[in-house]
């Protein structure tokens, strides 16, 4: 168990439709990263969050945001749904600032499927 | 796009036999880390190696790094059944100010009783 953890744990979302996913850190950190992992792929980078602001993107469309709350939670947005949303959405906590702290520590992940 | 690929993409073997998974990447990287993740769930972090370090171990784990041939192999002697899972490697770059993971697309590891 990382302590980090995400909700829903599946969510079923019809094309065009909105979602928001949620993902509580690990106590004591202070960024939050997204991922997306489609079937049979590893993840992809969607964006981290430092403090309350995004820290980097990766290459995904402005449809996908984010919110970083002072308690470090983090929610994903998803708007205008597409049927290639479909995947493990993962989220990550870690501590930056402090050297050393690169690891990354996982929530068990949101399975959405788009219909 | 992903940073590399791991090899093999399946690998099969018996209890007590070793796995090993290798890993390629292809930008300067500051570390590179394996993950291990059960049945489409959350990543497990099971071993970090820095880009001036070589080979770094944790209990049955043995992690190499070749920064001149930009891979990496991860080792799992004595293999359980247990240890079935997908083995990713993910590398963390030089440049930004922030640690984004890019991961290969990973290795499945069946182990047999």
């Known amino acids: 168990e990382t302590g980090v953890t995400q909700s829903p744990t599946h969510l079923i979302k019809t094309r065009g439709q909105q979602v928001t996913l949620r993902c509580s850190s690990q106590?004591?950190?202070?960024?939050v990263s997204w991922y997306q992992q489609a079937l049979g792929q590893g993840p992809q980078f969607i964006f981290q969050y430092y403090r309350e602001e995004e820290n980097g993107r990766g290459n995904f469309p402005p449809r996908f945001s984010g919110l970083q709350f002072p308690n470090y939670s983090s929610e994903l947005n998803v708007n205008a749904l597409e049927l290639d949303d479909s995947a493990l959405y993962l989220c990550?906590?870690?501590?930056?600032?402090?050297?050393?702290?690169?690891?990354?520590?996982f929530g068990p992940g949101t399975r959405l499927t788009v219909l | 796009s992903q940073q590399g690929e791991e090899d093999p993409q399946a690998l099969s073997i018996q209890e007590g036999e070793n796995a090993t998974m290798n890993c390629s990447y292809k930008?300067?990287?500051?570390?590179l880390q394996w993950y291990r993740q059960n049945s489409g769930r959350g990543l497990v972090h099971l071993i970090l190696?820095?880009?001036?370090?070589r080979e770094k171990h944790s209990g049955r784990l043995r992690v190499t790094l070749d920064t001149s041939k930009k891979s990496s192999s991860l080792l799992i002697t004595a293999s359980r059944a247990a240890d079935t899972a997908s083995y990713f490697c993910?590398?963390?770059?030089?440049?930004?100010?922030?640690?984004?993971?890019?991961f290969g697309a990973g290795t499945r590891l069946a182990v047999h009783p």
């Open positions: 190696i820095r880009s001036n370090e």
């Open positions: 106590s004591g950190h202070n960024t």
């Open positions: 993910a590398t963390v770059g030089v440049s930004g100010g922030y640690n984004k993971l890019i």
């Open positions: 990550a906590s870690s501590l930056a600032g402090v050297r050393g702290a690169d690891t990354q520590y």
């Open positions: 930008t300067s990287i500051n570390n």
